[in-house]
DNA sequence: ACAGGATCCTGGGGGC
DNA sequence: TGCCCCCAGGATCCTG
């Protein structure tokens, strides 16, 4: 569920209570995340300093400084994981996986994730840079080109669904922003990626940049339980146009919502604006 | 090589 | 009312 707004709403808050600061104990749950904390990395982290805080697709890197810088922590929120930090009285949520504990230790930064489809882990050096310039990760939405976009949609055969799902074209979107950007491009999103011209791919361009800005405005969509910080909710969710409509009347033309499965995923679409 | 499906996981909601 | 089943989906691995 968290997809790139909420992503970035979450690294804006964690920025703003995590820079400067020094990470003094790591402590571990009982149950694995889908990957497993090493002993080793407590050793690496205690005593370093978080330099800055960044997003980089739906994934959030926590740099450290000196002196290895490029050393950092990588996290993933998966579907239900929240990443925050909070004060040791507080009581720790269910599912709470990982805790640092900062500085004197009165704060920590706690990991939950009911689904444990996401991980925090170490990223040495080498394995950050590793994680740089890996291909699996394509462009930030803001850097991918007209010309980019359609030569990904344009050699491939699946749908335009598909290949917005797909990270390696362009990172952040899931599910629901997909189905936001197809409708405000007013393309079916099971329109073949090869059937784009080169006019609808910059409006699809246009529109993924469109949605996401104003989801990361809105503080990303709080579907049942995505909160950033110490439990604030997003506002998109009611802005939505198609996500969660299905049966609704389209705002724009009143028809009625519908669904299709894409790409293994719940797909909503407007069957008039869409064609 | 590429596309689509299975897999991991738990809470919530629908249906009976 | 209670219980069971299914669904939500990001990344990764597997299969045809």
Same mark, same amino acid.
């Given at each position: 569920m968290p997809e790139l707004p909420e992503v970035e709403t979450v690294v804006r808050q964690l920025r703003q209570r995590l820079i400067g600061r020094r990470f003094s104990r790591v402590h571990l749950g009982r149950q694995p995340l889908r990957v497993r904390w090493r002993r080793t990395w407590n050793r690496c982290l205690v005593g370093r300093k978080v330099a800055e805080v960044q997003r980089r697709g739906k994934w959030i890197l +926590?740099?450290?400084?000196? !002196?290895? $810088?490029?050393?950092? &922590?990588?996290?993933? &929120? /998966?579907?239900?994981? *929240?990443?925050?930090?909070?004060?040791? @009285?507080? !009581?720790?949520? =269910?599912? @709470?996986?990982l805790v640092f504990s900062l500085d004197d230790g009165q704060e920590e930064l706690r990991y939950q994730d009911p689904r444990r489809f996401g991980l925090v882990r170490y990223l040495h050096a080498e394995e950050f840079k590793e994680f740089e310039s890996s291909q699996r990760l394509g =462009?930030? !939405?803001w850097e991918v080109t007209t010309a980019s976009l359609c030569a990904a949609l344009n050699r491939t055969?699946?749908?335009?669904? $598909? #290949?917005?799902?797909?990270?390696?074209?362009?990172?952040? #979107?899931?599910? +629901?922003?997909?189905?936001?950007?197809? %409708?405000?491009? /007013? &393309?079916? =999103?099971?329109?073949?990626? *090869?059937?784009?011209?080169?006019?609808? $791919?910059?409006?699809? *361009?246009?529109? +993924?940049?469109?949605? &996401?800005?104003? $989801?990361?405005?809105?503080?990303?969509?709080? +579907?049942?339980? %995505?909160?950033?910080g110490e439990g604030n909710r997003g506002n998109y969710q009611k802005e939505f146009r198609v996500y969660g409509r299905r049966g609704l009347a389209c705002l724009r033309c009143q028809e009625l919502i519908v669904t299709c499965r894409l790409a293994g995923r719940t797909t909503h679409f407007c069957p008039g604006c869409q064609q």
């Amino acid at each position: 569920m968290p997809e790139l707004p909420e992503v970035e709403t979450v690294v804006r808050q964690l920025r703003q209570r995590l820079i400067g600061r020094r990470f003094s104990r790591v402590h571990l749950g009982r149950q694995p995340l889908r990957v497993r904390w090493r002993r080793t990395w407590n050793r690496c982290l205690v005593g370093r300093k978080v330099a800055e805080v960044q997003r980089r697709g739906k994934w959030i890197l +926590i740099k450290l400084e000196e !002196p290895s $810088a490029h050393d950092a &922590l990588l996290a993933h &929120l /998966g579907m239900t994981g *929240r990443l925050y930090v909070t004060g040791k @009285t507080i !009581p720790k949520a =269910p599912h @709470t996986h990982l805790v640092f504990s900062l500085d004197d230790g009165q704060e920590e930064l706690r990991y939950q994730d009911p689904r444990r489809f996401g991980l925090v882990r170490y990223l040495h050096a080498e394995e950050f840079k590793e994680f740089e310039s890996s291909q699996r990760l394509g =462009p930030e !939405p803001w850097e991918v080109t007209t010309a980019s976009l359609c030569a990904a949609l344009n050699r491939t055969n699946r749908c335009v669904k $598909a #290949v917005l799902l797909d990270q390696r074209v362009l990172a952040g #979107v899931g599910n +629901i922003y997909a189905d936001e950007a197809l %409708f405000d491009a /007013g &393309l079916s =999103p099971s329109r073949l990626g *090869r059937e784009l011209s080169a006019e609808e $791919a910059d409006r699809l *361009r246009r529109s +993924i940049i469109r949605v &996401l800005n104003r $989801a990361i405005q809105r503080h990303g969509s709080t +579907i049942l339980n %995505f909160v950033y910080g110490e439990g604030n909710r997003g506002n998109y969710q009611k802005e939505f146009r198609v996500y969660g409509r299905r049966g609704l009347a389209c705002l724009r033309c009143q028809e009625l919502i519908v669904t299709c499965r894409l790409a293994g995923r719940t797909t909503h679409f407007c069957p008039g604006c869409q064609q």
